[in-house]
């Protein structure tokens, strides 16, 4: 189902799509991809004040450092359950020690109408439960990847936020990030022809004495943390959900990491239009990239989905062009920031609402079924 934004995202582009396609043009694309997400216009308006709940290294070394670039969000609330944490973070970013809260006395942010958005950045098994506490407090929430560890704290966390009235997003950042957004435009758009195969792969070695390497926090090993984005970037850039899926999972669980997650799972997804994903994800070798090949040529990105860095190269008609897109005023995390901000503001749904996430968690859970079953699962559509 298409959202208000996103039809009225495809009628931004729409409008400059011939450009694309005739040039790629750096600029044109840089153009397309900031009047994408200006429509909230949120320049001269309040900005909406965000509490960041967990300050580890996502929230303060790449979320927190972003609001200045932002022009729809400030931060006003920190939440965490270190004192020394929240005593640093609020002198560096200037909040009021009334605008700080423990886990335990989170709720009272009820009270605290200067807090608008509760974005979630704790481990994956808290996810479910402080975004469902936030929405009961009558907030909007923007939660971390993966939204939840199962299909079913992802149902209960938009029944939550429809309850209360209040918008949930996922913190699907690429969605916002220029060399993505083109790959989607030119992917969808048929620039190299009808899509055929999508290659994705997504992996890092993963550290020891980490939650993530803890199921009861992490909800699974490498396909809720980096093999996501292998799995999103095969869905945003066909715009097909799979009709099935086949998945072969390879762990040493002699290796002391892998004694409660997986390490490495490998998947195809097949969509309606006749279209493939081969999908890798990774906690043992180091992978960031994806490749669309349509009948005319491919687009290829690497590094595709880091912080920064994109690399994208277009072959068509026998030529070869190398693309690196100018970096924008803001950033995929601040534009990420303002599209829920501008969202909540305009009533439009966010491009990446609960239900993206949800989708995902679909997956994730027939991927883990067909490793352990050893067949392909397909997905029964209503
Ligand atoms: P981290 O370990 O650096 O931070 C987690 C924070 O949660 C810490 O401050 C920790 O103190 C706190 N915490 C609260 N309760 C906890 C508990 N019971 N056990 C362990 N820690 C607890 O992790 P991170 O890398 O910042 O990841 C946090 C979330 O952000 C994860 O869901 C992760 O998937 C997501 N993330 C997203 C991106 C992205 O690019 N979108 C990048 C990194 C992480």
Redesign the pocket.
């Known amino acids: 189902m298409r959202t208000v934004m996103q039809d009225r995202m495809g009628t931004a582009m729409g409008t400059n799509r011939r450009n694309v396609l005739a040039g790629i043009g750096a600029g044109v694309a840089a153009s397309i991809a900031e009047s994408a997400f200006a429509q909230g216009g949120g320049r001269g308006r309040r900005k909406l004040g965000y509490a960041i709940v967990?300050?580890?290294?996502?929230?303060t070394r790449?979320i927190m450092p972003r609001f200045k670039e932002c022009d729809s969000s400030r931060l006003v609330a920190l939440v965490?359950?270190?004192p020394a944490?929240l005593t640093r973070y609020a002198a560096e970013y200037d909040i009021p020690a009334g605008n700080c809260y423990g886990?335990r006395d989170f709720d009272r942010i009820r009270d605290n109408p200067a807090i608008d958005i509760v974005y979630i950045?704790?481990?994956?098994s808290?996810?479910a439960e402080y975004s469902i506490r936030a929405a009961r407090a009558g907030k909007h929430v923007m939660c971390?990847?993966?939204m939840a560890t199962s299909v079913a704290e992802a149902q209960a966390m938009i029944a939550a936020s429809r309850a209360a009235a209040r918008m949930l997003m996922v913190?699907?950042?690429s969605r916002f990030e220029p060399h993505n957004r083109l790959a989607i435009e030119l992917a969808r758009g048929g620039h190299v022809g009808p899509t055929r195969i999508v290659t994705a792969e997504h992996g890092f070695a993963a550290q020891p004495g980490?939650?993530?390497l803890d199921r009861a926090?992490s909800g699974g090993g490498s396909l809720?943390?980096i093999g996501i984005y292998s799995l999103n970037a095969a869905r945003y850039l066909t715009g097909e959900e799979p009709v099935s899926v086949q998945a072969v999972e390879s762990t040493d669980r002699r290796d002391p990491r892998f004694r409660t997650v997986e390490d490495r799972i490998d998947f195809m997804l097949r969509f309606p239009s006749g279209a493939i994903a081969n999908c890798v994800s990774s906690y043992s070798s180091n992978h960031n990239r994806y490749r669309v090949v349509g009948t005319g040529g491919d687009i290829d990105l690497e590094p595709a989905t880091s912080?920064d860095g994109q690399r994208m190269t277009i072959r068509r008609d026998g030529a070869t062009t190398a693309r690196v897109l100018p970096a924008e005023r803001r950033s995929q995390f601040a534009l990420q920031l303002d599209h829920l901000s501008d969202c909540v503001t305009s009533g439009r749904a966010p491009i990446v609402a609960g239900e993206e996430g949800l989708a995902d968690m679909r997956v994730i859970e027939a991927i883990y079924r067909s490793a352990r079953e050893g067949r392909s699962v397909r997905f029964d559509r209503a």
């Open positions: 967990g300050l580890g290294s996502y929230a790449q965490s359950g270190t944490k886990y950045v704790l481990p994956n808290l996810h971390e990847k993966p913190g699907y950042r980490q939650w993530r926090l809720m943390d912080y």
